[in-house]
């Protein structure tokens, strides 16, 4: 499998709260590019890999499975705290199924939106590897 891994993000507490840092250091990457997803219980998001793209997912509310393929080794990742992000690199499958009503999901990426770097359909994905 491809460096598919968690990374502790930097979390300050307090009695009346919390902040979640992004910055250089904690994000492995210079950040290009943010998005928030949100979908209803059950329903699945991603389902392509980039071609340079690398992201950190992280969940801000709820519960998101991330399934994640190298084209040879599948795995599996529960996101349910905002402490913790998910690191993929680029040439990984990746798919959201949301587990929870109300769920967010951010993604931090190292590249501004181009089409040409998505892979939406597997069959495409599955023989480059």
Known sequence: MSPVETISLSIHRE???SVAVFEEGTVPFPIRRTFV???DVGQVRGDHA???C???LVVLRGKVRVSIDD???SQEFLLSESAQGLLIPPMIWSTQ??????????VVCDQLYDE????RDYSDF???H
């Open 54 to 56: 690398s992201q950190l």
């Open 50 to 52: 980039h071609r340079v």
């Open 97 to 106: 199924t949301y587990l929870s009503e109300g769920s967010i999901l951010l």
């Open 15 to 17: 009695e009346n709260g």
């Open 126 to 128: 599955k023989p480059v």
């Open 71 to 73: 084209g040879n080794t």
């Open 37 to 39: 997803v949100t979908a």
């Open 116 to 119: 040409a770097d998505y892979i």
